[in-house]
């Protein structure tokens, strides 16, 4: 795997600099350098590197494209985009798209209460403000609360239910008044055509969300009857996230454009955009032949133009706006996890840890002389020996006949030998070898928790581009198995020899070996769960200035042991009380000892639950 597939994931983001990995961007740093500079003022654990410029990258590409595929077709719609909430309402993440997103008119998709607060709150008045999901009647009166503030703000119906509430907020804010102000209403339809890919049900007749053709009509009625339809503009579809073939997608085009034309047909003079949601594929893949979607931005923006032109062109109806809901696409790339390698299971595999006698059985002797005399020209020969003594060796401790020190030795020397032979033989494609791997992977533990910072991995199987952040100059040759360190045999990402992982064998007591997690920018942070109480991970945002310097801004440490406790609703003055008088009380310990004691207790309950080191080094 040439540089840890970043010609593939990578999207040119990224530099590979004298061995370590560099932002492509400005004066060039290295994630490195970063790290440490983070790690200098205290802030030990994983960190959360955000990148805005990142942000703004997305955002310009998404619109230059649509721009290009309208110029292409001399198609008269316009093009507008919102950012779904959903997949990231972290501050430093929303402020920072909202300060590079300006020259696009970009606004925000809500889809619950507290998420329609931050849209009304972040956008910028004329940006559009979309709201999807179930609404009540408090949530449909704040949509017309923001109207009133001069929001740009569609509700979209997701049940007739809605819409009879929307007709019933509206005679509550406007029934006295000279200008009634309403926002936008919008329509989300239950397509026939099903999505594709984990997320698929977001649409087809058994999903959750939308209308059918006949609640269409009837809503068309309702709207009609209430002297609401002029303000019905938006159709709206969304067929599921992650959308890695684009065939479903012309499919829902097609059917979600015969809607709005028929409806248009009908007499909803006033609807005019399509918004067809989210589903841009972001690529994950790190192995090649295991891309994740089989189109590129162009080719969707193309299609969406294309179709949408030629559905108005038959039916004889205004070609509509075009709406986008993107999200993962947007988010994905502008985050990236670094967490440090606390230790490698494997390390006592070396000839240090042999226990060799002054008389070795005899097969042991000769595993060790295998080991030494092991040549490429000799290598898959004395491999077979080595795992066929392997088996006797076991056996004979079995019987009796060796012992403890005599299989440990085995072990020991069975493990260089596979190793060795797998090194001398890296440039053979040995099927026999791949198998081996298995056999001699190293357990890297890395100081996060994949269920607060890639729930997906965990739950779908998703796979994060990951790699060291330095030693890139230098072939890695470990498989490598990956752990975090909450007490639950799922936080393992294991070795898979279809998409193998291979990291550099180090010795972490002498030097610090950091692997950086990709594209994780896009719902990890808020389905991140807080198991074993390990929280989000210390964050910052690191920006560039006009000579290309880079800052590191926005720190935000991982919560303390106190905050986390408060945000299970312990009483954490009764705890706070507790522990300083079982201190302070205790029969067995000095005064002296209590004040110091106690010093080092309110120390530890200043920090975040992340381990600093697991190597007997006193950092402080
Ligand atoms: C209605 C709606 N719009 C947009 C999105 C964002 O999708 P994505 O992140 O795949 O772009 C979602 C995600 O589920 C959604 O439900």
Known sequence: MKHFGLHIWGDDNFIINEGTININHASQPALLEITQAIR????????????????????????????????????????????PLKVNQFPNFIESLIEVSQAYNYGLEAGSKAE??????????????TINGFKDKEMISLCFIAAKMGHDITITIEGLGELETIIQVNQTFNNSVKTPIIPKIGMRIRLHNAGIGIWAKSAGYSSKFGLTSTELLEAYELLKKHALLSHLWMIHFHIGSQISDIAPLKKALREAGNIYAELKKRGADALAAINIGGGLAVEYSQHEGKQERNYSLQEFANDVVYLMQEIAKSKGVEEPDIFTESGRYIAASHAILVAPVLELFSQEYTEKGLRLKKKNPPLIEELHDLYHSLSHKHAREYLHDALDHMESLLTLFDLG???????????????????????????????????????????YLINFSAFQSLPDFWGLAQHFPVMPLDKLHIKPTNPASLWDITCDSDGEIAFNRDLPLYLHDIDVSNEEYFLAFFLTGAYQEVLGMKHNLFTHPTEAVITFDTEGKYHITKLIEAQNLMDVLDDLDYDTNLIDKTLKYRIEESNYISKEEKRELLGKLYLYLSENSYLKTIQAIDER
Do not use: C, M, W
């Not at 329609?116 to 403000?129: D, E, H, Q, V």
């Not at 060795?420 to 791997?437: A, P, T, W, Y």
């Open 116 to 129: 329609l607060i931050i849209a009304i709150a972040k956008t910028p008045l004329g940006a559009p403000i």
């Open 401 to 443: 006949y060796i012992d403890l020190e005599d299989r440990s030795n085995t072990e020991i020397l069975v493990n260089l030998i596979i190793k060795k032979s797998i090194f001398l033989l890296r440039n053979e494609d040995i099927d026999e070898l791949q198998k081996l791997q298995d056999r001699i992977q190293e357990r």
């Open 40 to 83: 200098e003022k205290g802030y030990k654990g994983p960190l959360l590197l955000r990148f805005p410029h990142l942000i703004e990258k997305q955002i310009k590409t998404l619109f230059d494209t649509f721009k290009n595929a309208k110029k292409a077709f001399n198609y008269k719609g316009e093009f507008q985009a919102v950012f």
